[in-house]
């Protein structure tokens, strides 16, 4: 056996105990994915792993024991965010850095070669992963975009207009609440006409999204009394959902995260300050005191 430099042990060892962790990753994934090819597909990267390990052993000589704490973490992730994200999230995480890689090359050249198989491999068995709620994201996306944006600015409007955070609440709640049913009903009409078989499923995603994003945003104004109070807690929520939801499909469809928050972002807010101001303008030409 080779003996290696202390730096280039410390990162095969390193990158040792992560082959391992995410073999046994792979194998507790596989147990509960939706789909024959899905769980053919994790088990071969589960077995991928182990031979990694199996290589990376040969020149350290240790036997290594799973990080418990990391395979719970990744499992449970793969259970409520769904597995595509999960194993893209974790193999994001295992890139080494250039100078540490350029040392590992120097020491063991046939790294280079282990290393760029592994990768071209691991690329090609990722892509084939094909997961059912992956399918609906335009059916998300259309239910968050058009509550954030809709809903957004009629609370700002209703903010300045009515200056009660309960009557807020309860007008933004009636809104949301038709709109949900409205967003839903439209989608499923579209994907009928369109001769989908998933329409029920389509409408229910985009129903869901809505919904959801209706009770966050309505939150605030049940929970504080302060009117402008209550209004900056609804766009700082809005930046959480649109950067938590960005953040999601960048990793999951490996999309850029920048752009497309920003534009999502610059809208949703945008809308709900011109909101604000004709909320104010109403107000004033009406001369409606609430």
Sequence with gaps: MKELSKDVLATVLQMQQNELNESIIYQRIAKFAKGEENKKTLERLAAEERAHYEIWKSYTGIEMKPKRAKILKYTWIARILGFTFAVKLMERGEELAQDTYG??????????????QEEEHEAALLSMLDEEKLHYVG?????????????????????????NTKLVALSGLIVGISATFSMASSEFLSAKSEGRKDAFKSCSYTGIAYLLTVVALIAPYLLLSQPLLALGAMI????LIIAGFTYYTSVAQDLKFGSRFLEMAGISIGVAVISFFVGILAKELLGVDI
């Design 103 to 116: 040392r590992l090359v120097e020491e063991i050249p046939e790294s280079a070669h282990i290393r760029e």
């Design 139 to 163: 059916s998300m996306v259309l239910g968050l975009s058009d509550a954030l944006v809709e809903l957004a600015g009629s609370l700002a409007g209703f903010t300045f207009a009515m200056q």
């Design 236 to 239: 700082g929520i809005i930046v």
